[in-house]
């Protein structure tokens, strides 16, 4: 393994490259099928589908990643009692690495769909390989050489927009400065690309991809698959943030097919917290990405179908006899049948009324703080707007990279909207500074970079103008309910979805029998993860109990007694 792989994993490389003893190779035989490859055999290669979960059994495998320009590293070689594979294997992704026979190997595959069994029915070795799966990913992530590359000018905002969308995708990627870069500046001469095509992306199975959307570059890399137009699932769940992955989770856990949709990336508005302390079970606290990643990878274990990033667009009523109650039109012609639909679709960010902030919107001006944001931003005086728990987790987390923040807020305090713990730790950064009973009032700069930034005091009228460029917005959401403007889901003033009592409906249900709304986007609900985790596990009950009564007259035609003469 090569020297920075070691220390990417460290003190958990055993875990992360276990070899099993054989009596847990026995235990997994049965669901595998015998194979054999050659010595010098190409056995995966990066960005193809890899046949499954490889368990070794004599001989050894060569595992490398593509360094760039034709050069491949190795991550491990594999021997007997190790097996091949990383996350992308748990639901038949194209792989992210290259698997070689060192010398003659004799081996068992076990498929995706039974890799999935075996995870279930085989608990406590599912959860080392499991552990595994999940710390190979992690050191590719950490490593940044598999994976797609992202080509262009580093602060370019389509750049940026790629690079968030991989990361938040939990896809392994690099980035490469087309200004500075060597290698970027070989593969932009080498394709003959024109600098104002820029930003590039070079997918793992070789194809070129110029500034793509995220669609685009999720069909590229295998993340987005086409819909079965056959299948009919149990449940669709629109939204793959807390809420709709714990509905995942629960109903996919409990025998429910299911499948999930989501128009970004999983996570949500969760996935882009950089510190969530106050969710049970995490004294420590853990990223909402982290928590996130975690949740979709379990929903993936019970063989959720993701289907992201994909918009649904329309909810109407199936009329054939499939068994489908529900279509959801996805466009690009797709469709998603299926008997029941929870909406989970959360809230989009709010932005400021300001008549130019387009213009620095990808570049400039923020709705999360990750990484990226950190390091655009490192040793750079910024400015935070909002007074929520997010604006704080932002604002601290933006204080070990900024050399100051400036955190505004309109209210008069942040005591009445923000956590206690968040507060006291804010007023504990020197390099924070909050401006309470403030509000921005312009942006400049040229060229779509942020130069200063205008804000005001509400109640002395003073205006300050500094140097700032980027600006940080945190100021709520509001529900992301247009999608069902003509779809018969009855929705409250503000654009929340009614459910329950007050409809005559069940709990969590809307409407419309058999669509139930969870999380953000539900009228009345607790806007917490925690509460949202809660109500995805709470309405898959209410799911069994729709698709029960839904079955009961197909049931009752079924048994009924047959008499002559009649059908």
């Given at each position: 393994m090569s020297q920075s792989t070691t220390q990417i994993f460290g003190a958990r490389r055993d875990q992360a490259f276990p070899t099993l003893a054989e009596v847990d190779i026995d235990r997994m035989r049965r669901f595998g099928e015998a194979s054999f490859y050659a010595a010098g055999e190409h056995i995966i290669e990066a960005g193809d589908v890899a046949p499954g979960l490889i368990v070794v059994l004599s001989g050894s495998v060569d595992i490398t990643q593509d360094g760039g320009l034709g050069r491949r590293e190795t991550i491990v070689t594999h021997g007997p009692g190790s097996f091949v594979g990383e996350l992308a294997q748990l639901s038949a992704r194209p792989s992210l690495v290259n698997a070689q026979a060192a010398e003659?190997?004799?081996?068992?595959?076990?498929?995706?769909?039974?890799?999935?069994?075996?995870?279930?029915?085989?608990?406590?070795?599912?959860?080392?390989?499991?552990?595994?799966?999940?710390?190979?990913?992690?050191?590719?992530?950490?490593?940044?050489?598999?994976?797609?590359?992202?080509?262009?000018p580093q602060d370019n905002a389509d750049v940026l927009r790629l690079q968030g969308f991989l990361a938040r995708s939990g896809q392994p990627h690099r980035v490469l400065d087309s200004g500075s870069d060597p290698c970027a500046k070989t593969l932009v001469e080498r394709f003959e690309v024109d600098p104002h095509h820029l930003p590039i992306v070079l997918c793992p199975n070789g194809r070129l991809l110029m500034n793509p959307g995220e669609k685009d570059l999720a069909r590229c890399i295998?993340?987005?698959r086409p819909i079965d137009a056959d299948t009919v699932y149990d449940v669709a769940i629109v939204g793959a943030g807390p809420a709709g992955l714990a509905a995942a989770v629960y109903a996919a856990s409990e025998g429910l097919s299911t499948?999930?949709?989501?128009?970004?990336?999983?996570?949500?508005?969760?996935?882009?917290?950089?510190?969530?302390?106050?969710?049970?079970?995490?004294?420590?606290?853990i990223t909402g990405m982290a928590l996130m990643a975690r949740a979709y990878n379990q929903a993936q274990k019970f063989g959720v179908e993701m289907v992201i990033p994909d918009e649904a667009k329309l909810l109407s009523a199936a009329s054939d006899a499939s068994g489908?109650?529900?279509?959801?039109?996805?466009?690009?012609?797709?469709?998603?049948?299926?008997?029941?639909?929870?909406?989970?679709?959360g809230a989009r960010y709010r932005r400021l009324d300001i008549a130019n902030l387009a213009r620095f919107e990808g570049t400039c001006v923020h709705y999360w703080a990750s990484p990226i944001e950190g390091r655009l931003c490192a040793d750079q005086e910024v400015a935070l707007v909002g007074a929520g728990n997010s604006a704080g987790q932002a604002a601290v987390y933006l204080a070990s990279h900024a050399r100051k923040v400036a955190l505004l807020a309109r209210g008069g305090s942040l005591d009445a909207s923000m956590s206690r713990y968040l507060v006291e730790r804010i007023k504990a950064q020197p390099n924070i500074e909050v401006l309470t009973g403030t509000e921005i009032e312009a942006l400049d700069g040229e060229e779509g970079n942020l130069g200063t930034v205008r804000w005001r005091n509400r109640a002395s009228g003073a205006e300050t103008t500094r140097p700032i460029r980027h600006l940080f917005l945190f100021i709520g959401a509001d529900p992301n309910t247009d999608w069902l403007a003509n779809c018969g889901v009855a929705l409250d003033a503000r654009g929340f979805v009614r459910t329950g009592s007050e409809l005559g409906s069940a709990q969590m249900e809307t409407s419309r029998s058999g669509v139930f709304a969870i999380g953000d986007v539900r009228a009345g609900s607790v806007k917490r993860v925690a509460a949202a985790v809660g109500e995805g596990a709470q309405v898959v009950a209410a799911l069994h109990a729709y698709l029960a009564r839904a079955d009961a007259p197909h049931l009752a035609r079924a048994d009924a007694p047959q008499t002559a003469g009649r059908p």
């Open positions: 003659p190997v004799e081996a068992f595959v076990i498929a995706s769909q039974r890799l999935r069994d075996l995870m279930v029915q085989e608990a406590n070795l599912g959860e080392r390989i499991m552990r595994a799966l999940i710390l190979r990913r992690v050191g590719l992530l950490e490593s940044a050489t598999s994976g797609p590359i992202i080509i262009g295998g993340l987005l499948i999930v949709l989501d128009c970004r990336a999983f996570g949500g508005q969760a996935g882009a917290s950089s510190r969530i302390e106050n969710y049970l079970g995490f004294p420590t606290g489908a109650r529900y279509l959801l039109d996805v466009g690009d012609g797709e469709t998603v049948r299926t008997r029941s639909v929870v909406i989970a679709s």
